[in-house]
């Protein structure tokens, strides 16, 4: 699925552009990044960005390139992926809407450290990035704004690192599959897979064979699957086998 740089032939940031040249008026007030900004403010933002739609595959910017804008995702999913020298390539993160990639790049004008790939047909806000910085350098409450969602990015990132150290991959899987139940009083639960094992595998820290051996080792606490359908029997002994965390720590998802 994930071809090496140099041999993308639908790029959109920067090569083949496939933007809808839409309206983003309306689109940034309720775009959780700037949901707290004055309405003045939103103008300004809409003043520097515009609505792109992209087909399933299709990169919007690439590993190793100067970053041109801030993608915040209104539908669809993206996978980002970094590459090694060797070629051997690994899904991050799966970004789903209403989050955004990559700021941290954006932001200090460095190189994209993954490549970002439509998982299916998106559709997102792409802010300029120079605009982006010159504008928060005029207006601290956007610079709080994006200072802030780096905080909980550097969070996740950590709550990664915690989850790999302190977890078995079973008890990340219970987490993440505990993560997806609705009602949090339910003692059973029944639904589907956002998307492929290899992807719920990059998401949770390890290998497809790990993965399947974490579901076989989940059967004994009540997880049943087939195909991308997920039937939780027994909640309450799954959350004894993986120790999801408390209200105020670190989500599970």
Known sequence: MFRQPGQESNIINGKQDSSAHESVAGLIADLPLFADLEPSLHRQIEGISRLLTAAEDAVLSLQGEMPRYLHILLDGQVALTSTMADGTTAVILV???GEHFILPSVLAGLPYLMTARALMAVRAVAVDGVALRQLAEREPLLASALLRSMSYEFRGMVQQV?????????QRL???LLARVQDAE???ADFRLPFEKALLAAQIGCG???LSRAFAALRRHGVETHGSRVIL???PRLRLLAIPDGPGEFSPA
């Open 174 to 176: 219970g987490c993440y």
């Open 162 to 170: 915690r989850d790999l150290k302190l977890r078995t991959a079973a």
């Open 233 to 235: 029997h027994d909640i």
């Open 208 to 210: 497809q064979e790990t």
């Open 95 to 97: 970004v789903h809407p």
């Open 186 to 188: 339910a003692r059973k």
